[in-house]
């Protein structure tokens, strides 16, 4: 009106100005509403339960305030379902002095309430202390629509306030051109689930410094619900507060989060506080979906606990949740003095590809880049980089993804896979470890292979089963097991080493290598190496192989207890086997076991061979060379030997059982020093041997060489 300078608003006694339900306020282009000081320090606020329609232009905004600016008023509220602000090309200036239990802020919606704000400012807010449980503006329940507006405030010295709260899961937010400037925290605060159950899409502002999730020294966690949807844009940064007691805040998944950055434009979780690792908690998807792509997830990695806060992954994924990574970087979760571990997966999908892990983990600490627990779990790592401190290997714990058929392929960047514990592959279930994986087993931990396992190395890419420390000391992890008539698998020019050691529910036999109770020629062994290992390198128990192709080619190296031990029901045949170098007995059959052995070397051994317990050994075209004892025999066993070369044994037989000697020979066996089974131009095993039907050597040569030839004695065929 000409003249008139603005409406004052003055309620009733510690009363605000309430728009009712039914109602519209319509207030038109250079229109100012100011609202009076209320009663007992308060300040009065605008109400809207129906629904109020402010639309300015930008020669003529609308203007809502307090008379008095440096009281300041409760601001503009919308609450309950169906109630409605528009507000365009106004200014909300001076809330923050709520009545009774109002938010301390300009614009509020709450409860079902919606507001919709374009080409306006929203500034100057009058709380005078900290507030973390509210903003400027303030959703509880509540809708936002913000486009090209402006957020400005001039606070208090001193005083924290968010630019933006949402907290209940039923809240909205959509931001698109706004600009954030002069407030205390320029940043939305996502807190007590904050849009959790809605579907949002989070994108930058000019001059905001992200989306921080959980409420500083109150709340530290974060919990996408199941029916929440949230989508976050390039640029976006996402941070973390700190909890109560210093915890580290998480942001747990139970619904979907899509984080979509581009390579120069990645989407960025970090700390408020983003100077030091270990700042923040993490990444939780507990039965939800995510899917990062480009992203940067730096500074993870601090615990929850209480009164040590402990470690938390930096990503993490549980309860049948899904899990997708590409071309992230994952960098700075440290904790000096703990165990940390980048990724966890339990019982979940994990996809990680063309990421980098970078500066994770602490030298000479067990931390790990990936840790995979839980029957259910799979696991996919591909064209991933490891710039990392720690153990460079996944660990594999509780039985990890031995759910269904799973496959370890080679890991770039990493040694390979470290097991914790004992891993059990059930009857149905096979576990196929491809060319260049390297499998390395903690104290009192191993594979117990009830189904299947496949295991077949190429020309430079050996696969390899190992202790975690690999450094050749017999005894430090359990080995590989086939146990039981539903177990069957392949080795093929693989490495055991190292073991022989008890695990939890495993005693015995022990050894790198156990074939116990099998069905008939359930397990192929070829052209592998078993080495280090206490007790015994290999057992055979209560096993049947019948065809002289299934144990073909291997060598028993370097064992403080025996190399190959056969015992119980067990009838075996064996080609091309080398036992050298083992402080008991190279090959020994006990406990009336029976075993055919075809062009076999045992050399350097305590004992070469041993039969004991009412058993038998059957040989043909064997060299014994610089045994202790060659053969030793007990009372009630057996050994039957046929085309044998005896080299220099300090005792050639041992025993009172019955040993039979069929066609022998001496002589130097002259075997390459550089391994210690090779024949050499010089040695007397060349072409004395009898036909066996066996056509290759140790080495899947051919044999005899030249064609028509005798073979020669041992395992290996020399190359004339």
């Known amino acids: 009106q000409v003249g008139l300078e603005a409406y004052e608003l003055y309620p009733a006694y510690l009363s605000n100005h309430i728009v009712p339900v039914g109602s519209t306020l319509t207030v038109e282009p250079g229109v100012k509403l100011l609202t009076h000081p209320g009663a007992w320090s308060t300040g009065y606020a605008i109400i809207v339960e129906g629904t109020l329609i402010a639309q300015g232009t930008e020669a003529d905004p609308i203007v809502m305030d307090g008379t008095d600016p440096a009281w300041g008023w409760g601001g503009l509220i919308v609450q309950g379902a169906g109630s409605a602000a528009t507000l365009e090309h106004t200014e909300v200036l001076h809330g923050g002095h709520p009545n009774g239990s109002n938010p301390y802020s300009n614009v509020a919606a709450l409860s079902g309430g919606r507001v919709s704000i374009s080409h306006s400012r929203i500034a100057d807010n009058v709380l005078g202390s900290s507030n973390y449980a509210s903003g400027v503006i303030h959703l509880a329940d509540g809708?936002?629509?913000?486009?090209?507006?402006?957020?400005?405030?001039?606070?208090?010295?001193?005083?924290?306030?968010?630019?933006?709260?949402?907290?209940?899961?039923?809240?909205?937010?959509?931001?698109?051109?706004?600009t954030f400037s002069g407030n205390s925290i320029n940043a939305v605060l996502l807190g007590v689930d904050g849009l959790a159950g809605t579907r949002n899409t989070l994108r930058p502002q000019t001059g905001l410094l992200g989306y921080d999730f959980g409420v500083p020294y109150s709340s530290d966690t974060y919990t996408l619900l199941p029916a929440g949807n949230l989508t976050l844009e390039p640029g976006t940064t996402v941070?973390?507060?700190?909890?109560?007691?210093?915890?580290?805040?998480?942001?747990?998944?139970q619904g979907q989060l899509n984080a979509s950055g581009t390579a120069d434009e990645p989407v960025i979780f970090q700390a408020v506080d983003d100077a030091l690792p270990a700042a923040w908690g993490g990444i939780y998807v507990n039965g939800g979906t995510a899917n990062l792509?480009?992203?940067?997830?730096?500074?993870?990695?601090?615990?929850?606990?209480?009164?040590?806060?402990?470690?938390?992954?930096?990503?993490?994924?549980?309860?049948?949740?899904?899990?997708s990574v590409y071309g992230a970087l994952i960098s700075n979760n440290q904790n000096f003095g703990w165990d940390d571990t980048t990724v966890t997966v339990d019982n979940a999908t994990a996809s990680i590809r063309n990421s980098t892990f970078s500066n994770n983990g602490n030298p000479n600490e067990k931390d790990y880049p990936v840790s995979v627990s839980g029957a259910a779990s799979k696991l996919t790592l591909s064209g991933n980089q490891f710039d990392i401190a720690g153990y460079k290997r996944v660990l594999l714990k509780n039985n990890a993804m031995t759910g269904a058929d799973f496959s370890l392929p080679r890991l770039d960047g990493l040694e390979g896979y470290e097991l914790s514990g004992k891993i059990t592959v059930p009857a149905g279930v096979t576990l196929t470890v491809q060319p260049g994986a390297k499998i390395m087993g903690g104290w009192g931990s191993g594979l117990m292979i009830n189904g299947g396992l496949v295991a077949r190395s190429k020309p430079g890419q050996e696969i390899v089963f190992t202790s975690s420390t690999d450094d050749g000391t017999p005894g430090q992890w359990a080995g590989v097991i086939f146990s039981g008539t539903g177990a069957h698998g392949v080795l093929d020019g693989v490495s055991l080493r190292c073991g022989g050691a008890a695990m939890s529910g495993y005693y015995e036999p022990l050894g790198t290598l156990i074939m116990k109770d099998l069905a008939p020629n359930a397990v192929q062994v070829l052209r592998s190496q078993i080495s280090n290992s206490e007790t015994a390198a290999w057992q055979i128990v209560n096993s049947n192989v019948t065809q002289n192709t299934i144990l073909d080619g291997n060598r028993v190296l370097s064992n403080p207890g025996d190399g190959l031990?056969?015992?119980?029901?067990?009838?075996?045949?064996?080609?091309?086997?080398?036992?050298?170098?083992?402080?008991?007995?190279?090959?020994?059959?006990?406990?009336?076991?029976?075993?055919?052995?075809?062009?076999?070397?045992?050399?350097?051994?305590?004992?070469?061979?041993?039969?004991?317990?009412?058993?038998?050994?059957?040989?043909?075209?064997?060299?014994?060379?610089?045994?202790?004892?060659?053969?030793?025999?007990?009372?009630?066993?057996?050994?039957?030997?046929?085309?044998?070369?005896?080299?220099?044994?300090t005792t050639p037989t041992l025993g009172s059982g019955t040993l039979v000697n069929t066609t022998p020979y001496s002589g130097p066996a002259a075997l390459?020093?550089?391994?210690?089974?090779?024949?050499?131009?010089?040695?007397?095993?060349?072409?004395?041997?009898?036909?066996?039907?066996?056509?290759?050597?140790?080495?899947g040569r051919s044999r005899p060489q030249p064609a028509g030839s005798s073979p020669d004695l041992g395992a290996d065929e020399f190359n004339q």
Do not use: C
């Not at 730096?298 to 402990?310: C, E, I």
């Open 143 to 178: 809708s936002l629509s913000l486009t090209d507006s402006t957020i400005s405030n001039t606070m208090t010295s001193g005083v924290q306030f968010y630019a933006v709260y949402a907290a209940g899961a039923n809240s909205a937010l959509e931001m698109t051109g706004n």
């Open 239 to 253: 941070r973390g507060v700190v909890g109560p007691w210093n915890k580290g805040a998480i942001f747990k998944v």
């Open 293 to 323: 792509v480009y992203v940067t997830v730096r500074n993870a990695g601090r615990g929850q606990g209480y009164p040590y806060l402990g470690t938390s992954p930096s990503l993490s994924v549980d309860a049948d949740g899904h899990l």
């Open 565 to 649: 031990r056969i015992s119980g029901t067990s009838q075996v045949i064996l080609a091309n086997t080398v036992a050298l170098d083992t402080v008991g007995s190279g090959i020994i059959t006990q406990s009336g076991a029976q075993a055919a052995l075809l062009h076999t070397t045992l050399a350097g051994n305590t004992y070469g061979l041993s039969a004991k317990g009412s058993s038998s050994l059957t040989l043909t075209n064997t060299i014994l060379s610089q045994n202790t004892v060659g053969a030793s025999v007990d009372a009630g066993s057996t050994i039957n030997l046929s085309s044998t070369l005896w080299d220099a044994n």
């Open 672 to 699: 390459a020093p550089s391994d210690g089974y090779h024949l050499t131009l010089y040695s007397q095993a060349l072409a004395k041997g009898q036909s066996t039907g066996i056509s290759t050597d140790v080495d």
